[in-house]
């Protein structure tokens, strides 16, 4: 099965709870949580928009363009992405979601978990 391309990833991420998982770096970018489930999407998220979210309802608080990823440290299986913060993407909201994520493509709203 060919997948459209990645358009956005959402996540559940209270503004006021980031501490230790959202943080600014030198170059500008921050880096941001530790995201389970990823595995298979990780080639297609280099350059995808990244939201983050108060809940399943609200519009992203914090947005950017994802330029890289990591292995998260100190939790095993799970992802990091270093994102570019801009502000002219628009707050959005997603139809489906998971548990803590939705996945945006380019044909659909998707949340496929694998």
């Known amino acids: ?5 990645l358009l956005r990833l959402h996540f559940i991420a209270h503004e006021n709870a980031q501490d230790g998982l959202l943080t600014a770096q030198p170059d500008g970018t921050y880096k941001s949580g530790a995201w389970g ?5 990780l ?9 983050l979210h108060e ?3 609200a519009a992203s608080w914090c ?3 994802i ?6 440290e100190n939790h095993p299986g799970r992802i990091t992405f270093t994102f570019m913060p801009d502000k002219t993407i628009a707050p959005a ?3 489906r979601w998971g548990m803590e994520q939705a ?3 380019d044909g659909c709203d998707s949340m496929e978990n694998t």
């Open 1 to 5: 099965m060919t997948r459209d391309r």
């Open 37 to 41: 489930k990823m595995r298979k999407i």
């Open 43 to 51: 080639p297609q998220v280099i350059g995808a928009e990244i939201h």
């Open 55 to 57: 809940n399943q309802r």
């Open 63 to 65: 947005r950017g363009r």
């Open 67 to 72: 330029t890289a990823w990591e292995h998260a």
């Open 93 to 95: 909201t997603a139809r």
């Open 103 to 105: 996945r945006v493509w």
